[in-house]
């Protein structure tokens, strides 16, 4: 079974300074996706940026980049020039590219942004 | 607007009163699916559906039923709620695999609680 782990369930940052958020995932599939959505406060899930296995190059949104690490198995979102208002819950998802869509997700990490 | 529209937004229930929450998107879509998010366990899948009529569990179906009889709809359905299904849901929808991006669209949650 898929499996995705966040290990760093709360995290904080300087306002406009960089965070990097961890992601791990298990998986015997080789054609996949992995997301990282977020949920601020209102509770409503965001999709922030979205990766395709088969591409070697890291998705960037702006100000969000990742660092997919096919091999390691590894996903981690860069926040840049952090604001007050990308504070929130972050998790980590997967699913697989064939078949149906049984998004994964992991634990979660909390981002608090520091004025 | 593309939306997926959940309903209600906060209940609160007695324990083994039937209850019904209602999931609608307006954008096609053939994969629907049901999460509870609770702290510390991230989100986990109840029910999915690749299509009308077919329906599967996920990672925690107990006590919870769904049906989808139109393609538009997938009704969450807790026949005789009991308090540790107090949590929050989410209803989500997506294009089958292979002809999308892999993204899930969530409604906005429904906060339930069960005494």
């Known amino acids: 079974a898929q499996t995705v782990t966040q290990s760093q369930p709360e995290m904080s940052v300087q306002e406009a300074e960089t965070v990097t958020l961890s992601c791990t995932y298990d998986?015997?599939?080789?054609?996949?996706?992995l997301f990282w959505y977020k949920q601020p406060p209102s509770r409503q899930m965001i999709l922030v940026i979205r990766q395709e296995a088969y591409k070697q190059q890291n998705a960037t949104e702006n100000r969000f980049s990742v660092n997919f690490q096919k091999a390691a198995k590894s996903f981690s979102l860069k926040i840049s020039d952090s604001q007050l208002g990308d504070a929130a819950m972050y998790f980590c998802a997967y699913s697989i590219r064939s078949g149906n869509t049984p998004l994964v997700f992991g634990k979660g990490t909390r981002l608090s942004v520091i004025a | 607007e593309a939306q997926v529209t959940q309903n209600p937004r906060y209940l609160i229930t007695v324990t083994g009163k039937k209850l019904t929450v209602t999931c609608s998107q307006n954008?096609?879509?053939?994969?629907m699916s049901w999460y509870r998010q609770d702290p510390g366990l991230g989100l986990r899948q109840i029910y999915y559906s690749m299509n009308v009529e077919v329906t599967d569990k996920g990672d925690v179906p107990e006590g919870y039923k769904v049906s989808r009889k139109e393609k538009r709809n997938f009704p969450l359905i807790l026949e005789s709620p009991s308090p540790n299904q107090t949590s929050l849901y989410f209803c989500?929808?997506?294009?089958?695999?292979?002809?999308?991006?892999?993204?899930?669209?969530f409604g906005e949650g429904s906060r339930l609680t069960v005494l």
């Open positions: 954008m096609n879509h053939e994969y």
């Open positions: 989500a929808s997506g294009g089958v695999q292979g002809r999308d991006t892999g993204e899930l669209f």
């Open positions: 998986t015997s599939e080789s054609d996949y996706y």
